[in-house]
Structure formats: structure tokens, C-alpha cells
């Protein structure tokens, strides 16, 4: 059976037609686009969209449809691609060697676009949007929800792993007043945090977590634990619990798996989260077990469709100022990068959770905070 043959049989197990007029079936412009995908997976399915080689009017839609219906697992894996997978297995792709390589070329790509695709605060991870009706409100409730959680009081001394551009060291600075140390592996985020905290009690370092030692009153980290990697997830414990004063509490924000992964997907690998990872609960179990008592474990998924949708909004209102230092091939992959990731929350393939951890348990119990 040709390749266009399989492919054609494949959508439609989704309900997507090759030039259909419903919003989520997609159109064909060159023909070898089935050789590609049968070839190469979803990495084909990506490059060949980046080439201009097919479109598709939502493509967050295409994507649920695509994952919910799990035809992904019906093409065959290639050589190159089980090699990812194999020397992820071998090697330790999230060493402190490789640690600040996805700063490079992710965080480090421009912040002229991160400035205009997120929130006011530049805020990169999933929104609160339980009560919210736009992103700067769900990701300032966001930002509440973690404080309320961890209990923040005046004085308290927090560090903040993965802080990005400094939004919650600064939100939590002024509102809590508390003092923060953050640490990223990325320079531009460096610079623009340390201008937004200037005058607030925080410290922002260019720093990999492994190279922290001190101690704090809270410890909070969001969405960075998918950088660090199955082989050094019982180190990331280790190094927040012994960083953690008696009686603190440590909460951990982070996407999670349906299952035990040791590679990623080879399109948001390639060109995306070079070194990514995302976590199952077995592997976040595994890496807790004896160190700290799960006091709550919070899951609200949904919410990063809404977040990342309305991260593309907002990229696609910027795009004729961005595109002056931008390529058109550079769009067509940001935007399949945001929708897809829509899309695969929205069939639950992936999951957002907050977990609270202690390091004894609360005496008389925790309270669970939505």
C-alpha cells in the first residue's frame, strides 16, 4: 500500500480528510509529504508543515483529534529515531555539561517574542484560569495559588528554581515580602529579571540547580523539572530537601506523563526543548520516596490548553512587529509548537500539576488550597 494510501486511512481513523473543508482536516501541497510522515513520524509531520509542505486551519484541533485517536503510535519508528531514544537510555543528555544548552536555544532566542506572546508579568508556564477571564489574571492567580499553598510570611527566604524572567521573585518580593534567590540557565532571563527585581530583596544567578547550597524557608520550582532529565531526578530531590530548612515546604509545578518516558517527542527535541523530559508519577514517586511527605498533589491540565492558546493569540496579533527579526519558517514553527501542545492537553496526553512537599509531614496534616 502507497504511503498516501496509509496516510489517508490513518486521518480518518481521526475523522481528518485530506482536503476537507471542516477547520481541522488538512491540505496536501506536495506529495511527498505521506513519504516523509510514514518515514519519519511525527518529525516529518513537523518539518514538512515548518516547509510549507501542508496547512491546516486549527491545527490544535488536528492535533486532538490526532492524539486522541492515537494514530501517532501506528507509524513505524526509523533507525535515527530509536537511536534518540537509545542514547537518552545510554547517556545523561540533562548533565551539568549539556545544562544550559536549552537556555541558548530556547530561552535565549529573543525576548521580543516572549514579551509579546505572555502576560504582562512574562510569566512562561501554565495559568490558573479556575476564576480568571484573561491570561494576566490567570497567571497573577497562579502565582497567588503557589503562595497560598506554600504559606509565604514576611522575612521567609525563597528559592526560586527555573525563575524565568523573575516574575514570581518579584511578585512575591512586593507582595509577601519575603526574600528570594532565583536561578536559571539563561542569560537573557537573567538580565531582564534582575532589571525587573531592582530595589526588591532578590538575588537572580546564571546558575545550574546543582550548584546551589544554602538553605531556605520555601523552595519553589515551575516548570523546570521537565529540563532535568530522568537520570537526575533523585538528584533534583536531593538537592531541594537538603536546601530546605526543617519544617519548610518545597512546591513543584511541572507537565507530567501518563507514562514513564526516557525520550521526548524528536520534533519538540530537535527544535524546541533540546534535552526535554517529562515526568510520569512513578518517576516523581520514585525520586521523592524517602525524602519528603507528598502533602498535595494538584492537577489542573486544562488550563495549560487555555494558557498556551492564548499564548498564540497573542503571537499571531505580534507577528507583523516580530517578523522584522523573524522568518516565515520560524513562524510556522512556533505556531505548530504552541497548537500542538494545545492540542495534546486537551486529549489528556499531557498532564499540570503543583505538588506540595514537606520534609517531615505538617504536624495535624495539610491543608489542600484550590
Given at each position: 500500500?502507497?504511503?498516501?494510501?496509509?496516510?489517508?486511512?490513518?486521518?480518518?481513523?481521526?475523522?481528518?480528510?485530506?482536503?476537507?473543508?471542516?477547520?481541522?482536516?488538512?491540505?496536501?501541497?506536495?506529495?511527498?509529504?505521506?513519504?516523509?510522515?510514514?518515514?519519519?513520524?511525527?518529525?516529518?509531520?513537523?518539518?514538512?508543515?515548518?516547509?510549507?509542505?501542508?496547512?491546516?486551519?486549527?491545527?490544535?484541533?488536528?492535533?486532538?483529534?490526532?492524539?486522541?485517536?492515537?494514530?501517532?503510535?501506528?507509524?513505524?519508528?526509523?533507525?535515527?529515531?530509536?537511536?534518540?531514544?537509545?542514547?537518552?537510555?545510554?547517556?545523561?543528555?540533562?548533565?551539568?555539561?549539556?545544562?544550559?544548552?536549552?537556555?541558548?536555544?530556547?530561552?535565549?532566542?529573543?525576548?521580543?517574542?516572549?514579551?509579546?506572546?505572555?502576560?504582562?508579568?512574562?510569566?512562561?508556564?501554565?495559568?490558573?484560569?479556575?476564576?480568571?477571564?484573561?491570561?494576566?489574571?490567570?497567571?497573577?492567580?497562579?502565582?497567588?495559588?503557589?503562595?497560598?499553598?506554600?504559606?509565604?510570611?514576611?522575612?521567609?527566604?525563597?528559592?526560586?528554581?527555573?525563575?524565568?524572567?523573575?516574575?514570581?521573585?518579584?511578585?512575591?518580593?512586593?507582595?509577601?515580602?519575603?526574600?528570594?534567590?532565583?536561578?536559571?540557565?539563561?542569560?537573557?532571563?537573567?538580565?531582564?529579571?534582575?532589571?525587573?527585581?531592582?530595589?526588591?530583596?532578590?538575588?537572580?544567578?546564571?546558575?545550574?540547580?546543582?550548584?546551589?547550597?544554602?538553605?531556605?524557608?520555601?523552595?519553589?520550582?515551575?516548570?523546570?523539572?521537565?529540563?532535568?532529565?530522568?537520570?537526575?531526578?533523585?538528584?533534583?530531590?536531593?538537592?531541594?530537601?537538603?536546601?530546605?530548612?526543617?519544617?519548610g515546604l518545597f512546591l513543584l509545578q511541572t507537565i507530567?506523563?501518563?507514562?514513564?518516558?526516557?525520550?521526548?517527542?524528536?520534533?519538540?527535541?530537535?527544535?524546541?526543548?533540546?534535552?526535554?523530559?517529562?515526568?510520569?508519577?512513578?518517576?516523581?514517586?520514585?525520586?521523592?520516596?524517602?525524602?519528603?511527605?507528598?502533602?498535595?498533589?494538584?492537577?489542573?491540565?486544562?488550563?495549560?490548553?487555555?494558557?498556551?492558546?492564548?499564548?498564540?493569540?497573542?503571537?499571531?496579533?505580534?507577528?507583523?512587529?516580530?517578523?522584522?527579526?523573524?522568518?516565515?519558517?520560524?513562524?510556522?514553527?512556533?505556531?505548530?509548537?504552541?497548537?500542538?501542545?494545545?492540542?495534546?492537553?486537551?486529549?489528556?496526553?499531557?498532564?499540570?500539576?503543583?505538588?506540595?512537599?514537606?520534609?517531615?509531614?505538617?504536624?495535624?496534616?495539610?491543608?489542600?488550597?484550590?
Open positions: 500500500m502507497k504511503s498516501k494510501d496509509i496516510a489517508n486511512k490513518l486521518f480518518s481513523m481521526a475523522g481528518i480528510e485530506i482536503g476537507g473543508n471542516d477547520p481541522w482536516h488538512i491540505s496536501v501541497h506536495n506529495d511527498d509529504f505521506y513519504d516523509r510522515v510514514m518515514t519519519w513520524g511525527s518529525l516529518g509531520l513537523g518539518e514538512s508543515y515548518m516547509d510549507g509542505w501542508w496547512d491546516c486551519t486549527q491545527l490544535d484541533e488536528f492535533f486532538y483529534r490526532v492524539l486522541r485517536t492515537d494514530i501517532e503510535s501506528q507509524v513505524k519508528q526509523n533507525w535515527f529515531l530509536l537511536a534518540n531514544v537509545l542514547c537518552a537510555r545510554l547517556f545523561n543528555m540533562q548533565s551539568k555539561k549539556r545544562a544550559f544548552q536549552i537556555g541558548e536555544r530556547h530561552y535565549d532566542i529573543g525576548n521580543d517574542l516572549f514579551m509579546k506572546m505572555l502576560d504582562k508579568r512574562m510569566t512562561y508556564s501554565c495559568g490558573y484560569w479556575q476564576k480568571a477571564d484573561s491570561l494576566d489574571e490567570a497567571q497573577e492567580h497562579k502565582l497567588e495559588l503557589i503562595f497560598r499553598k506554600l504559606g509565604l510570611q514576611p522575612g521567609m527566604k525563597i528559592l526560586d528554581i527555573g525563575c524565568g524572567w523573575g516574575s514570581l521573585a518579584r511578585y512575591a518580593a512586593e507582595k509577601y515580602q519575603v526574600e528570594v534567590v532565583g536561578v536559571t540557565v539563561s542569560a537573557e532571563q537573567v538580565e531582564v529579571a534582575q532589571t525587573l527585581c531592582r530595589d526588591l530583596p532578590v538575588e537572580i544567578r546564571l546558575q545550574d540547580y546543582r550548584d546551589v547550597d544554602e538553605k531556605f524557608d520555601r523552595i519553589v520550582s515551575v516548570g523546570m523539572i521537565e529540563h532535568v532529565g530522568y537520570k537526575n531526578y533523585r538528584t533534583f530531590m536531593e538537592l531541594t530537601h537538603r536546601c530546605l530548612n526543617d519544617g507530567g506523563g501518563n507514562q514513564s518516558r526516557t525520550s521526548v517527542d524528536p520534533w519538540i527535541n530537535k527544535y524546541i526543548f533540546p534535552n526535554g523530559m517529562l515526568p510520569s508519577i512513578k518517576q516523581l514517586g520514585e525520586a521523592i520516596e524517602g525524602l519528603f511527605v507528598m502533602e498535595d498533589w494538584h492537577s489542573f491540565g486544562a488550563d495549560y490548553d487555555k494558557t498556551l492558546m492564548a499564548w498564540h493569540r497573542n503571537f499571531e496579533k505580534s507577528w507583523d512587529v516580530l517578523k522584522t527579526n523573524y522568518d516565515e519558517r520560524f513562524h510556522r514553527m512556533w505556531r505548530y509548537y504552541l497548537l500542538s501542545c494545545a492540542g495534546s492537553f486537551r486529549a489528556r496526553k499531557n498532564q499540570l500539576w503543583q505538588i506540595v512537599l514537606s520534609k517531615d509531614g505538617i504536624p495535624g496534616g495539610y491543608i489542600s488550597i484550590r
